[in-house]
């Protein structure tokens, strides 16, 4: 037998894009559903959970689900450069109380959260619009009909190519991790690790969790790269290349493996009764593949549009267009450089990667930030394109300001 419910906002996928979406849009009146396809949220974890205190706290993230880290370590081949900063403003989050804590957030605003319920189809009226997602639960089959829809299904993006609005993603970032135990942690420290034996597109990284903890993993860009980032990364722990010797003896704890999309800012996110967000939209800088606090700030943005254009009484594509406008008028300048940067890095020989160094070398801890977030304003990129006392800088940010 069929299960059948019916809601304003049909949220799919308990990420921090989903629970996000729910948030907000149960904080503004609408009546929500979030599902998740899990057990739990956050069962499986697929991300190195790197963002930035500010924006930690901008989203009122408690305290303790993060660890600050306030020195930045690059290595390449033959080269090698720290960047220390007098406060933290870098965190390792962890993922699972983060995350949990965003679908809390959810139901205490009305939200109802359903788990272990897995979407893999789309209800559609006589027009073709979207009226509702399908899928199966512990009891069978289940229906949730919306007035609006809400892709957060990650970079699966389940109800969008279900409509057959969007395609697979064809460029994208494969990562391998393992969280572990390690005798000498500096947690204030994490570090990235480039060139070819890290990874040939992308880059290696250790993220320390706790005194305890690190997260140890590999990148890499397809299809730029064949390689495979779980084999990468099991022969780097076992030859303790580069940084990773110092941290001792290493008990891994728990695997994580994750895609991100990295197709630029391609996707059309708003459709008659549906939005995409998250991953699901592609919402993330490829230059170190982040994305939570974009999931996290545009799903609440998906959230607002949603349920006020719900309150308006339509929920057509026009309607749900200042989502759209939002997000790109945020991100897309800060992507488009952030991508130019990106092409430069993939090139990169080992000798060339040593000579990179050197320039991140002449940052100061703001400018690095900012240029690791891609937090790429105008003005600052054209005054540090401009004034850097640094020609090899000057170049640097003249080819990212070209971009913006
Ligand atoms: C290896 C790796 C490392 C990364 N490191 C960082 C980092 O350090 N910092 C950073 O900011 N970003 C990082 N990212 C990117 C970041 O993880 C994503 O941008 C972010 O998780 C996007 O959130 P989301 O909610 O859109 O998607 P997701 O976090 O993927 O959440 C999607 C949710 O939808 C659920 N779901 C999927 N299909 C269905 C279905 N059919 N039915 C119901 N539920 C479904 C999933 O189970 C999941 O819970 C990393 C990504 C990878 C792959």
Not at 157 to 169: P, R, Y
Request: glycine share 8%; with cysteine.
């Amino acid at each position: 037998m069929t299960q059948r419910f019916e809601y304003d906002v049909v949220v799919v996928g308990g990420g921090p894009a989903g629970s996000s979406a729910a948030y907000e849009a149960a904080k503004n009146g609408a009546k929500v559903v979030l599902l998740e396809k899990e057990e739990t949220i956050a069962e499986t974890v697929r991300t190195s959970g790197v963002t930035w205190i500010q924006n930690i706290k901008e989203f009122g993230i408690p305290d303790d689900c993060f660890n600050p880290i306030r020195n930045f370590s690059f290595c390449s081949p033959n080269n090698e450069v720290t960047i220390s900063d007098t406060v933290p403003r870098a965190a390792v989050l962890d993922v699972r109380k983060t995350y949990r804590w965003l679908a809390e957030q959810a139901k205490n605003q009305g939200a109802d959260v359903f788990t272990k319920t897995n979407i893999n189809n789309v209800i559609k009226n006589d027009d073709g619009d979207i009226i509702g997602v399908s899928g199966t639960n512990t009891q069978g089959h289940v229906e949730f009909f919306g007035k609006v829809i809400i892709d957060a299904s990650g970079f699966a993006s389940i109800v969008g190519k279900a409509m057959n609005l969007v395609s697979q993603w064809k460029r994208f970032g494969a990562g391998a991790e393992y969280e572990v135990e390690a005798e000498n942690i500096d947690k204030d420290t994490w570090w990235l690790m480039v060139g070819q034996e890290y990874s040939p597109a992308g880059y290696a990284w250790i993220f320390p969790v706790s005194e305890k903890t690190v997260r140890i993993g590999v990148g890499v860009g397809k299809p730029e790269s064949q390689i495979d980032p779980t084999e990468r990364l099991k022969e780097l722990i076992e030859r303790k290349t580069g940084p990773i010797k110092k941290l001792g003896k290493i008990t891994p704890i728990e695997f994580h493996y994750g895609l991100i999309p990295n197709d630029g800012l391609s996707r059309k996110t708003v459709f008659d009764n549906l939005i995409l967000v998250g991953d699901s939209a592609g919402q993330a800088n490829p230059l170190v593949l982040e994305g939570i606090r974009y999931a996290i700030k545009f799903g609440r943005e998906a959230g607002k549009v949603a349920s006020n254009a719900i309150k308006n009484g339509t929920t057509d594509e026009k309607f749900l267009e200042p989502y759209e406008e939002y997000w790109r008028k945020d991100i897309q300048s800060k992507i488009n450089a952030a991508s130019k940067v990106q092409n430069r890095w993939i090139g990169l020989s080992d000798k060339e990667w040593d000579k990179e160094l050197d320039i991140i070398k002449e940052l100061r801890p703001e400018e690095f930030l900012d240029f690791i977030k891609a937090d790429f304003g105008l003005t600052s990129m054209v005054k540090l394109a401009t004034h850097h006392p640094k020609l090899i800088v000057r170049q640097l940010f003249n080819l990212i300001k070209g971009a913006t």
